[in-house]
């Protein structure tokens, strides 16, 4: 299983990013993908997760009404729209997969992880 994180960088607060997380069709259908984040000294933090089947959503309490989670069937991509950012968005960003899920806000729920990528939030 392949998981390649990507579109991470340095944005201002209240800018934008969007970040991409590509796999096989074979590993998303049927799956749940997410994002988390982990910022320095931190734990990992749930960020958001879609269903490939159906695309149902969940998000986390500190990105609800910012963050966008969003999939695209043709490329077997996921993407995470990052608006509005803020300095506390801080941290290296991890795609996962969830075998057979419709999504959780456990890390404990994937079993697949990407390698992640870095976002920095200037204030």
């Known amino acids: 299983v392949q998981l390649q994180a990507s579109g991470g960088g340095l944005v201002q607060a209240g800018g934008s990013l969007r970040l991409s997380c590509t796999t096989s069709?074979?590993?998303?259908?049927?799956?749940?993908v997410g994002w988390f984040r982990q910022a320095p000294g931190k734990e990992r933090e749930f960020v958001a997760t879609?269903?490939?089947?159906?695309?149902?959503?969940i998000y986390g309490d500190t990105v609800k009404g910012r963050f966008t989670i969003s999939r695209e069937y043709a490329q077997s991509t996921v993407y995470l729209q990052m608006d509005n950012l803020k300095p506390e968005d801080t941290g290296v960003y991890y795609c996962?997969?969830?075998?057979?899920?419709?999504?959780?806000?456990?890390?404990?729920?994937?079993?697949?992880w990407g390698q992640g990528t870095l976002v920095t939030v200037s204030s």
């Open positions: 996962a997969v969830s075998r057979g899920s419709y999504g959780s806000s456990s890390s404990a729920s994937y079993q697949y």
């Open positions: 069709r074979r590993t998303a259908s049927n799956n749940a």
């Open positions: 879609i269903a490939w089947n159906g695309g149902s959503t």
